[in-house]
C-alpha cells in the first residue's frame, strides 16, 4: 500500500492560527494505491473516517455515510471492476475540508452506466436482485455520486463521491 498525504496544522474553528490561516484554508489530501485485495479495504475504510472526523463531520457522517459508502465503492471496484485480480490495483483519492469530502475510487475496469446499474432494492420488482444495491447506498448516503472514466493513464474507471458538510440548524 502507497501513501501520500499532506495537510496544514488543523485550526479549531473561527480560530486564526499564528501564520493567518483559518480553518477554512485546512485541506487534507490523501492518495492511496493499493492491490486488488477485499482484505484491505476494512483498514482503507478506517484511515479515511479517522481523518473526515478530524475535520470535525458529524458523528453519523463518519461513523455511517462515509464507511458505508466506501466499502461499497471499494468493493465494487475491486470484484467487479477488476474482477478480483490481485495483479491490478485501485487508487483511492480523497480531499477534505471544512466546507465537503471529495472520495475518488479508481479501478482497471471499463466502467459502467451509473443510472442503469444502480437499482431500488426497495421495489417489488428488486427485492430478490442482489446486484445494484451498492450504489443505490452511496447515492442515498452521499450528495454526489459520479463515474467517469479517467483519462489518464489508460481510461480507467472513476467513482466519485461528494458529501458536503451539513450546514448548523438555525436557532
Known amino acids: 500500500m502507497s501513501l ?19 480553518l477554512g484554508s485546512v485541506r487534507l489530501a490523501l492518495e492511496l494505491e493499493v492491490p486488488t485485495d477485499v ?3 476494512s483498514r482503507i475504510v478506517q484511515l479515511v473516517s479517522r481523518q473526515v ?8 457522517v463518519c461513523s455511517l455515510n462515509v464507511p458505508v459508502a466506501l466499502s461499497e465503492a471499494l468493493s465494487n471496484a475491486m470484484l467487479r471492476g477488476n474482477g478480483d485480480d490481485p495483479a491490478k490495483s485501485v487508487r483511492i483519492r480523497m480531499a477534505v475540508d471544512d466546507q465537503e469530502l471529495i472520495l475518488e475510487v479508481t479501478d482497471e475496469g471499463s466502467g459502467f ?4 446499474c444502480t437499482q431500488d432494492p426497495t421495489t417489488a420488482d428488486n427485492v430478490l436482485r442482489e446486484d445494484g444495491r451498492g450504489l443505490y447506498l452511496m447515492r442515498r448516503l452521499m450528495d ?4 467517469f472514466t479517467d483519462t489518464a493513464p489508460a481510461g480507467h474507471n472513476v467513482v466519485r463521491l461528494t458529501l458536503y458538510r451539513p450546514r448548523p440548524e438555525a436557532p
Open 4 to 22: 501520500r498525504s499532506g495537510r496544514h496544522p488543523q485550526v479549531p474553528a473561527g480560530e486564526v492560527a499564528s501564520d493567518g490561516a483559518s
Open 39 to 41: 482484505r484491505l479495504i
Open 53 to 60: 472526523r478530524d475535520f470535525d463531520f458529524p458523528a453519523h
Open 113 to 116: 452506466d451509473l443510472e442503469r
Open 144 to 147: 454526489r455520486v459520479e463515474r
